[in-house]
Every structure is written in structure tokens, then in C-alpha cells.
């Protein structure tokens, strides 16, 4: 995978950097890092949960209350806009959450390589579970549109009727362009950048993942752009007025 | 109601101009990523392409703000 290599010094340790070819753009993305001096906390906690006995178990409980901290805190965050779901429903989200974070983070154990704190490494895997959770649920039964919907309801105009030919000009090559896509192509970016579907929820419903929609969403980005420029709106132009 | 502004428009179903990380490779890196912007540190020199990614996909960005909300308050505490 690694085509080249370049060394980057950051804190006291070493990240080597490996350029992939990731998606369809050639991307720069750090390489697995090298470990980093582990800081005492993570050290304790790598220790105990690898332990046997008493010790792991201890330990095992403590992880699990921690990632319930996490999930209670996304839970938190989201709750104004889930007014639907009542309190123990939120607390049922935020123990089921915790769960299966904790099942990732010990299946994970050996991926952790001191990048940051053992606690900041868990917590991310709580707060994933909880908000992919909290995502379904908030579109559960509902209906995933996936062909344009509000083209008329964008807000176009701008200082002088020459703005708003140009912004008229520009959002019918959009629109010819999302219709160049493949099908697949052009239901996830109408679904996600268009009408806001959440990616997790797409995924669940096209049975994909996010890694993969979101593969899908950049290549169609990425032709819809190309098919702008080809028509004459070069990128510079894009979030302009068009003066 | 207000309609959506053209430019927000655009900018959700044209992304990030610049090359990014993919949504796994975000989500490995994002702790680190975390911790060094709550440092003040080059997160662009040490995570190239995450921070297009987070402008560019709303689940990561959404779980971004998250980890950075609840590790700077333990820091603050």
C-alpha cells in the first residue's frame, strides 16, 4: 500500500507517513504511528485489562463505566433534538451504547498505540455507538428520500440581476450534473448532502457502511465538480456571487 | 421559513476541495487529532486531510465536536 515515505517529528515520538492511494484522490494520511511512550494511566489500564482474575474484571467494570460517562454525555448533547424519546428510553440508547463500545474497545485492545490517552482512545468509541444510535433512532420508520426534493427552495440572488443569472446558470449545471451520475452515485448525494439523511441511516438502509457511502459520496463530488468546470464555472467561482 | 442559503447548498453537495482522509481513517486518528488541537499543536502537519473530511462529512464532524467537547472539559475541571 505504502507508495512513499516521509518522516514527520511530532511530540517525542515519530509518525511515518505513507501516501496512499485513498478514494479516488491521492491523499496523504499518516501510516499506523509508531507507539508512543505510553503515559502512566494508559500504561495502568493497558496492564489490567490484559491481567486475568479479579484485576481484569475490576477493570473491565471500570472501562464499562467510563464509555456509559461518554454515552451519557453524547445522549446529552442530542437531547434537545430528539424531544420524542423519553428519559429512560435516552438512559436504555446510552447503556446499549456503552455495551458495544465496550465489546469494540477490548476486541481493539491491541490497536491502541499511545496517540493519545488510553481514556480519550475509549472515549471515541462510545460516543460513535451513541451517536449512530441516537441517528436511527431519530429517523426510525421514517421514509430516506433520495431524489431532489427542494431545488426551488434555495435562496439564489444576489446584488444585481447579473448575480442572479449567474447564480441561476450555475445551479442548472448542478442540477444537469447530479443527473450525469451514476444512480447509485446520485442517490448519495441527493440523500446526503441534499436532503440530510444521516450517512449511518443510509447505510443501514442500503445495508453498506459509512466508510463505503461516504467513498460513494467523494466520487460523486468529485464528478459533479469536474462537470462544473468542464461547463465553464471554474472552482474560484463556486460560493461566489459571479460578479 | 428561511430558505437554504445557495453557498451552505453548494458547498454540502460539492465538498471539500482539498484531498481528505476517508471516515475510518478519521475515525482512527481522531483522538490523537483531539488531543494535539486541545494543545494548540500543527494538527494539519501531523493529520493531513482530516480536518477537509470533517468539513465534509457531517457523522464525523458531529463526533468530533463531541470528543473535543468532553476531553476539554475534563481538561478544564
Redesign the interface.
Known amino acids: 500500500m505504502a507508495v512513499a515515505q516521509l518522516k ?1 517529528t ?2 517525542a515520538g515519530t ?1 511515518v ?1 505513507a501516501a496512499v492511494k ?2 479516488a ?6 501510516a499506523q ?1 509508531v507507539s508512543e511512550p505510553l503515559d502512566n494511566e494508559s500504561r495502568t489500564w493497558l496492564r489490567e485489562l490484559r491481567s486475568v482474575g479479579a484485576t481484569h474484571d475490576a477493570a473491565v467494570a471500570r472501562l464499562h463505566l467510563l464509555l456509559l460517562r ?1 454515552a451519557r ?2 445522549v446529552a ?1 442530542r437531547r434537545p433534538t430528539l424531544p420524542h424519546l423519553r428519559g429512560n428510553e435516552l438512559d436504555d440508547i446510552a447503556l446499549e451504547a456503552a455495551n458495544d463500545a465496550l465489546v469494540s474497545v477490548l476486541a481493539k485492545l491491541e490497536d491502541f498505540r499511545g ?3 488510553f481514556t ?2 475509549v ?2 468509541f462510545a ?2 455507538e451513541a ?1 449512530v444510535k441516537l ?1 436511527k433512532r431519530a429517523w426510525q420508520g421514517r421514509e430516506v428520500p433520495i431524489e431532489p426534493e ?1 431545488w426551488s ?4 440572488g444576489g446584488p444585481g440581476p447579473a448575480q442572479e443569472v449567474f ?1 441561476q446558470e ?2 442548472g449545471a ?1 442540477q444537469d450534473g447530479i443527473t450525469r451520475l451514476t444512480p447509485h452515485q446520485r442517490h448519495v ?1 441527493v440523500a446526503l ?2 436532503n440530510g439523511v ?3 441511516v443510509l447505510a443501514e438502509r442500503l445495508e453498506s457502511t ?2 463505503a457511502l ?2 460513494s ?2 466520487d460523486a ?2 464528478a ?2 469536474t462537470y ?1 468546470e468542464e461547463q465553464g464555472f471554474d ?1 474560484s467561482t ?2 461566489e456571487d459571479g460578479r | 421559513m428561511r430558505r437554504p442559503d445557495l453557498k451552505q447548498s453548494l458547498g454540502r453537495l460539492l465538498g471539500p476541495l482539498e484531498s481528505e482522509v476517508g471516515c475510518d481513517e478519521c475515525f482512527d486518528q481522531l483522538d490523537g487529532y483531539v488531543e494535539l488541537e486541545l494543545a494548540g499543536g500543527d494538527t494539519e502537519a501531523v493529520y493531513p486531510g482530516l480536518r477537509p473530511h470533517l468539513e465534509g462529512c457531517p457523522a464525523c464532524r458531529e463526533e468530533h465536536e463531541s470528543l473535543r467537547a468532553l476531553v476539554g472539559g475534563e481538561q478544564a475541571l
Open positions: 514527520k511530532r511530540g509518525v507517513f485513498s478514494h484522490n491521492l491523499s496523504l494520511v499518516p504511528p461518554a454525555f453524547e448533547r496517540a493519545s490517552r480519550t482512545w472515549y471515541k460516543l460513535l451517536a441517528r427542494s427552495l434555495f435562496e439564489t447564480q450555475l445551479l448542478v448525494l448532502a441534499l444521516p450517512i449511518d459509512r466508510g461516504y467513498k459520496l467523494h463530488r468529485r459533479l465538480r462544473l472552482a463556486w460560493f
